[in-house]
């Protein structure tokens, strides 16, 4: 175990559905990511945390809402999702920005 | 398992053969570089890194080798493994940026 979970590690939802994915990281690091991981493309950073503060927007669709209550916690709510959004959400953090980053298993997304 | 990329170039070994996987990456400034290893149904996982202050770092059973005159890095495993087949992934940052720049992954088979 990477000390990084994430759920529901399965998700379906239709386009007019909301949901939101739970990252919980263990190792008091200080950086929370998000990223999204599709077939065929490099891992693509969507969001970055840092002291709690959102410091990264990597042009996501506004259908994507991050949230960091607290240096543990990343959220990542959905809402009116497109079926090209289908792939797997992956969560990470780190100690500073510049340092290996823990991956979480990960949520895989099913949009119908 | 998670599929993690459908069409990703593939490499297959004998097992207790020595694997090279191979990167490519972009910026010559880049000055960190971390290979990953996802095994299906997982996230990445850190294996090694490397700063470009050096050319070759050892762990166990893996070397990474940085060639930083073409801009390329390779990931050497010895003896491999069936517990080594996954997707490795390159990462890198660039000294003027703040995040990790992924490679698409390289599967590798360990054929018994």
């Known amino acids: 175990e990477t000390g990084v979970t994430q759920t529901p590690r399965h998700l379906v939802m239709g386009m007019t559905n909301k949901k939101s994915l739970k990252c919980e990281q263990h190792?008091?690091?200080?950086?929370m990511y998000w990223y999204k991981q599709s077939a065929k493309k490099p891992l693509e950073l969507m969001f970055v945390?840092?002291?709690?503060?959102?410091?990264e927007n990597n042009s996501v669709p506004s259908r994507f809402s991050p949230e960091c209550p607290n240096s543990s916690h990343l959220f990542l709510h959905l809402h009116t999702l497109q079926p090209e959004d289908s792939a797997l959400y992956l969560c990470?953090?780190?100690?500073?920005?510049?340092?290996?980053?823990?991956f979480g298993p990960g949520t895989r997304l099913t949009v119908l | 398992g998670e599929s993690v990329g459908l069409h990703l170039p593939t490499l297959s070994v004998q097992e207790g053969d020595n694997s090279i996987i191979n990167c490519a990456y972009s910026?010559?400034?880049?000055?960190?570089f971390i290979w990953y290893k996802q095994e299906s149904g997982k996230g990445p996982q850190f294996i090694i890194d490397?700063?470009?202050?050096?050319d070759k770092r050892q762990g166990q059973r893996v070397t990474v080798l940085l060639n930083k005159t073409v801009k390329h890095l390779s990931l050497q495993i010895a003896a491999t493994q069936p517990g080594d087949s996954a997707v490795y992934f390159c990462?890198?940052?660039?000294?003027?940026?703040?995040?990790?720049?992924f490679g698409p992954g390289t599967r590798l088979s360990v054929l018994p």
């Open positions: 990470a953090s780190s100690q500073g920005r510049l340092n290996e980053q823990f």
């Open positions: 190792l008091g690091h200080n950086a």
């Open positions: 945390y840092s002291l709690e503060e959102r410091v």
């Open positions: 910026n010559s400034a880049s000055d960190y």
């Open positions: 490397i700063r470009s202050n050096m």
């Open positions: 990462a890198e940052i660039p000294n003027y940026g703040q995040n990790f720049v």
